[in-house]
């Protein structure tokens, strides 16, 4: 018998992130950071010791997973991966976060293996502008590849990082867009976490504010628990529209205390809090001639107790940096 991942304020972790691959396909300002050294191949996770952490993950009570990266559909074979995962793990939520670049033809094939929540990473609506977050000019095919998902039932939400001066502006357009397409459109605060990324706290655009600006623009009523499904999200409807908005604020309002949280990296480290450079090596364990799961089990019981509430690791902040060091595309969002 397995006991659950508990932690010492009562959290359940019951939700793991699990990075692929610390590479990307597209150099945001605010994630990616000059001179970036990525984990060299040996050293990233195989997709089937990835298959084997989840079904222990799943046994000591994880009921969802999300995919991420860097960019997830960089890695070759990554939508076969997670066909063959979906197959696996029937009873799992699984889901995936991508740039929404390279999703397209895999569309299909993934709402058929019963691949129904896709979250999409889009911080702009102005082709210009995206090119000058992303570096590169792919913003036709990401609006177009949202369309294919929502086209194929899928349950989409689009996620902007919400940022001053560069995409504050945009108000009207998001809420238009949310208002024409079915899926939710997120504001998420932009976070401190990765040096050399730029994060400054007079660029946060605060979700308040936010709320405030797309209450000048709609009628925006707030989703019950039950309407809202899944995650951290304030989520609003809006009058007449067929989309949503919603807030995710980690900065201003954080939601410690119901983290259910836990990330697996592609090199796979463990990590139990987004805002601490703390983690557990289970890499190591895993390719270990002698050491079994019962080893990585014990460390996963070891690290969701101690999980940290986090409101001192953001209380003890420098004015002006960020508390996590690794850059977020190596951690995975
Ligand atoms: N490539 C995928 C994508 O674009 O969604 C998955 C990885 S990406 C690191 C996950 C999410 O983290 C993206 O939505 C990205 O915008 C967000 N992100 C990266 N750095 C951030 C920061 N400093 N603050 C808030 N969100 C951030």
Known sequence: MHKPL????????????????????????YCAGEGQKFIPHPDILRYEEILELMELAVKLGVEKVRFTGGEPFVRKG?????????????????????????????????????????????????PVRFKSITGHDHFHTVRENIERCVDAGMTVKVNAVAMKGVNDDEMPDFIEFARSMPLDMRFIEFMPVGLETGWDDSLVWGCEDILNEARTLAELTPCTEEEKQHGPARMY?????????????????????????????????????????????????????????????????????????????????????????????????
């Open 6 to 29: 508990l932690d010492e304020h009562g959290r359940k972790a019951s939700y793991m992130r699990v990075s692929v691959t610390d590479r990307c396909n597209l150099s945001c300002t």
């Open 78 to 126: 990554f939508a076969d991966f997670m066909v063959a995962a979906a197959g696996r793990f029937p009873d799992v939520d699984l889901c995936v976060t991508t740039n929404g670049v390279l999703i397209g033809k895999h569309v299909e094939g993934l709402a058929k293996a019963g691949i129904r929540r896709v979250n999409i990473s889009l911080d702009t609506l102005d």
């Open 237 to 333: 409807s809006i009058e007449g529209g067929k989309g949503r908005i919603g807030l995710i604020s980690p900065y201003t309002n954080h939601f410690c205390a119901t983290c259910n949280r836990l990330r697996l990296t592609s090199n796979g480290n463990l990590r139990t809090c987004l805002f601490s450079d703390k983690v557990y090596r289970l890499r190591p364990i895993l390719r270990h001639p002698r050491l079994g799961m019962e080893a990585i089990e014990r460390v996963l019981l070891r690290a969701s107790r101690h999980k940290p509430i986090g409101h001192d690791l953001l209380k003890c902040m420098p004015a002006g940096q960020g508390v996590c060091q690794t850059r977020m595309a190596s951690i995975g969002g």
